[in-house]
Nanobody, 122 residues
Framework: QVQLVESGGGLVQAGGSLSLSCAAS????????LGWFRQAPGKERDFVAC???????LYADSVKGRFAISRDNAKNTMYLQMNSLKPEDTAVYYC????????????????WGQGTQVTVSS
């Protein structure tokens, strides 16, 4: 079993920065593929970024160049550094873990956190 808990969400002005963390408890996720997703009100859950066990990275076009995903396997923690935030980044952000492979689809992930709210004011 793997439990994931997101933290670091909050209210920030457009153009500002925010850093999210995803801490895992239970089973170590050293060999897991990890991802970030987000869901805005009235919309589907969308892919944001993912990272492999060897730190290969993939970003959605909407956040490329602004967000940075990273992981610290020794601490069982994944991070999402968000810079140059826009109002359209407002959403609940979720972290996820996959046993088998990284994916841009939520169907590819086995474990999910409960989410943290990010609100960007204009």
């Amino acid at each position: 079993q793997v439990q994931l808990v997101e933290s670091g969400g909050g209210l920030v002005q457009a153009g500002g920065s925010l850093s999210l963390s995803c801490a895992a408890s239970g089973r170590t996720f050293t060999n897991y593929y990890l991802g970030w997703f987000r869901q805005a009100p009235g919309k589907e859950r969308d892919f944001v970024a993912c990272i492999s066990w060897s730190s290969g990275m993939l970003y959605a076009d909407s956040v490329k160049g602004r967000f940075a995903i990273s992981r610290d396997n020794a601490k069982n923690t994944m991070y999402l550094q968000m810079n140059s935030l826009k109002p359209e980044d407002t959403a609940v952000y979720y972290c996820a873990a996959s046993r088998s492979a990284w994916s841009t689809s939520e169907r590819g992930y086995d474990y999910w956190g409960q989410g943290t709210q990010v609100t960007v004011s204009s």
